[in-house]
């Protein structure tokens, strides 16, 4: 399969004073495109430290990160902000969406880096929430959306610069189970879309939505295997009241 993610020997350490704190230890793996992907582990596992690194908003200590075959560990800082905007979507467990601005203005924002007109970025917006469900929503305020939609909102934003991978992390925390199962829903349609989501998540049954697990444990990986008997959110919707 084609890997989208090579990670090889990759270390973070963090230094405070003359003491060392390894957040990584030498963690290698292969992510290919179209896999669908949890990270799971406790509070200082790693594994939050990896999303960092591969969102490249941290560089890592020592070993190599490639994105579709490029190696962009050592890449300098303007380098790394068009592959964050152009390459990766990025989704929080907090939304991060601007409260005066409509859903449609928020889609909007990462296109405000590359030259394409606003009627251009407008389109696109646009068809971004009509694919996550909201095209009757386009002028709403986060405040008069649900949570649910809000993360929609979110997500929308991710896609709308056609991105290899999506970075989700805890996108279902601060939702309801219902909601939760519509999110991950939506993640699913978008992989068998070809989209490449990796997820962060402290809930097992979450983590059933993906296809494959990867734990984590004291900054190494614990287990990495393939998902059986994977859930259908779609299906588990239908069970729910």
């Known amino acids: ?14 230094r405070t004073g003359d003491i060392e704190l390894p957040a990584l230890k030498g963690v290698s793996f292969t992510v290919a495109r179209g896999e669908f992907v949890a990270l799971m582990g406790p509070s200082g596992s790693g594994k939050s430290t990896l999303m960092h690194l591969l ?11 490639l994105l579709e075959g490029s190696e962009v560990g050592g890449l300098q800082p303007n380098d790394l902000a068009r592959i964050r905007n152009q390459k990766i979507g990025f989704v929080f467990q907090g939304f991060n969406l601007l409260s005066r601005t409509t859903a449609l203005e928020n889609v909007e924002l990462p296109m405000l880096y590359e030259e394409s007109s606003g009627k251009e ?37 991710a896609l709308v610069m056609q991105p290899s991978l999506i970075l989700a992390d805890e996108p279902t925390g601060n939702l309801d189970t219902r909601t939760s199962v519509e999110i991950m829903a939506l993640f699913q349609e978008l992989n068998e879309a070809g989209i490449t989501p990796l997820l962060v998540t402290h809930e097992p049954d979450i983590a059933q939505y993906a296809s494959r697990i990867i734990r984590f444990r004291d900054g190494e990986i614990q287990s990495d295997r393939a998902v059986e008997g994977r859930a259908n959110a779609k299906q588990t919707l239908e069970t729910l009241v």
């Open 55 to 65: 969102g490249c908003l941290d560089r890592p200590t020592r070993g190599r990160y």
């Open 121 to 157: 970025r407008v389109a696109r917006a646009r068809e971004a929430l009509e694919r996550v469900g909201l095209g009757n929503r386009l002028y709403h305020y986060p405040n008069q959306l649900s949570g649910g939609q809000q993360q929609r909102v979110a997500i929308a934003r």
């Open 1 to 14: 399969m084609d890997p989208l993610i090579q990670v090889d020997g990759l270390w973070k350490v963090y």
